[in-house]
């Protein structure tokens, strides 16, 4: 498990702005991209780290039959080609859609004309749409004109999008034309 945050407060400085906050305990909403993480904040986040990271590699030796050395070789953070998950006994085999179908109804008895439907999934951002426009305008008062130009051209809201995923854990993402 990784868990990223920017941490703004240089950025904020140089600004001149100050983000001043009221809450019910010190470790409520950290971190906090506006200051620095507190020895206290890093631990509790480490805990649900070092937890996360026990229970998905309890449930891949659990599901797939793999300890000691195996495991670690496979649960180190890394990605896998599909050939490569194959031979570390991550995967089964290499497919599609019609040979998951296939294998549903062979070892799971599901009516291989069950109906397959693709989900798209609902923007959140969509409706905050002045975010987009306030990022690329603090980008462009701090001199990176450029970058906010790029921001505002590629259309970084909808990347973000796609990092809307299902799950803790998301082995394939359909892009948006699938």
Do not use: C
């Amino acid at each position: 498990m990784l868990f990223q945050y920017p941490n703004v407060t240089e950025l904020m400085k140089t600004l001149g702005v100050k983000v001043e906050e009221i809450k019910s305990s010190p470790l409520k909403a950290a971190p906090n991209g506006f200051e620095p993480t507190s020895p206290e904040a890093r631990e509790a986040i480490e805990a649900l780290v070092k937890d996360s990271y026990a229970w998905f590699r309890g449930l891949v030796a659990d599901r797939r039959k793999l300890e000691g050395d195996a495991l670690s070789r496979v649960a180190d953070g890394r990605v896998f080609t599909g050939r490569q998950a194959i031979d570390l006994k991550l995967i089964d085999e290499l497919g599609d859609e019609k040979t998951a179908v296939a294998w549903l109804a062979k070892e799971r008895g599901i009516d291989a004309k069950t109906p397959v439907r693709d989900y798209r999934l609902k923007d959140r951002l969509s409706d905050l749409s002045f975010l987009h426009l306030s990022a690329a305008a603090l980008l462009e008062s701090v001199g990176l004109k450029a970058l906010a130009d790029r921001f505002a051209v590629a259309g970084t809201v909808q990347a973000l999008e796609k990092l809307n995923l299902d799950g803790l854990l998301a082995l394939w993402h359909p892009s948006a034309t699938n």
